[in-house]
């Protein structure tokens, strides 16, 4: 089974630790690399784009429960320099032949059959582009074809949900004006618009405009009361609107208990996985891990453990073809429908 992967953070883990990113790609260190991927059928997924506030990686692993505030909003500047290293980062990889980078969904299936790692370009939070949005067009021909206007903080094209537990993804206004100028230029483009992260008001708006609604790493509220999962109403329209939600595999965004413990199992992601295909339909669920951007539950320490998710699909009773949806080819019938062949 290859399995296409809705959300992982490999090139900013890859830029924090610094050094020659081909070498540490190779070695077996992190979620996502490539013994790790031999070994796991790993086949590719959204490759995320990112820009922590200093070149340190956002770390979940010392949280216990209660909330935390919104991050601080953060330059362009700044933002560009890490968001353009990463993409430096990702266009070493793919002339070594550790990856491949590509731009539509016949590309992906193409490398994934012949063993390779297909890597989609993602930007989580779109700190780093101008008003004029020329920046953004400068991605998209650098191979860019996936866009989250927010990570979990304010930006001029709207606002994130912090980190809290009790509470739904309500938490304050959705997309400002420029943020509707920034989703109708990715409309344009042929660019999936993610909504994770985005406040529950964004999300609503990007339906309004016609969009698919798609979250690449988010969960079922009814059984993690997290900002950053999906009520039934959400899911229900992610499915009315062709879109996905991709499984988080994040212990946090689980369940109460991995919430306020930072342990979760297995079972946990196939309740959700059961929960997320109730609400949204099992044509328009996927798996968004958040490798190398969360803690995961036991049994899961990187993408070389995905054929125990596997199992546990065919142990809970999910037939093969439901699984063969799951573990891409939804992703897959997605991304041709908005990005092309």
């Known amino acids: ?56 990686r956002f770390d979940f692993s010392g949280f216990r429960g209660g909330s935390m505030p919104l991050a601080a909003a953060m330059d362009q500047g700044p933002a560009l320099q890490s968001v353009m290293a990463e993409v430096g980062i990702i266009r070493r990889l793919h002339q070594a032949g550790a990856l491949t980078l590509c731009t539509g969904a016949g590309q992906i299936e193409s490398v994934m059959a012949a063993g390779g790692i297909a890597a989609l370009l993602h930007l989580e939070g779109a700190e780093c582009i101008d008003p004029e949005l020329l920046v953004l067009d400068t991605l998209y021909a650098l191979g860019l074809r996936s866009l989250g206007p927010v990570w979990s903080r304010p930006t001029i094209w709207g606002d994130g949900v912090p980190f809290g537990y009790g509470r739904d993804g309500d938490t304050g206004p959705g997309l400002t004006e420029a943020g509707r100028r920034l ?68 212990t ?44 995961l539950p036991e049994g899961l320490a990187g993408c070389g453990d995905l054929p125990a998710l ?32």
């Open 1 to 56: 089974m290859r399995i296409f992967d809705g959300h992982n953070d490999a090139l900013a883990r890859l830029w924090c630790q610094g050094g020659d990113p081909v070498a540490a790609f190779a070695r077996d260190e992190g979620h996502v690399n490539t013994p790790a991927a031999r070994r796991g059928g790993f086949g590719g997924g959204f490759f995320a784009l990112f820009s922590p506030q200093t070149r340190k």
């Open 183 to 250: 989703v109708a230029r990715c409309a344009e483009l042929g660019m999936v618009v993610d909504t994770s992260h985005l406040t529950m008001k964004g999300f609503w708006e990007i339906g309004a405009m016609g969009l698919p609604l798609v979250a690449t790493h988010s969960n079922a509220w009814d059984l993690c009361q997290t900002t950053r999962n999906l009520t039934r109403a959400q899911l229900r329209a992610i499915g009315e609107t062709g879109g996905m939600v991709g499984l988080n595999y994040a």
């Open 252 to 295: 946090v965004f689980l369940s109460a208990e991995g919430w306020a413990s930072g342990r979760a199992t297995l079972d946990d992601c196939l309740r959700q996985l059961d929960a997320l295909i109730e609400g949204a339909g099992e044509d328009h669920v996927g798996l968004g891990s958040d490798f190398d951007g969360a803690p």
């Open 310 to 341: 596997v199992r546990a699909m065919e142990a809970r009773g999910y037939g093969r073809p439901l699984i063969e949806k799951l573990c891409g080819g939804n992703w897959l019938r997605l991304l041709g429908r908005v990005i092309g062949a």
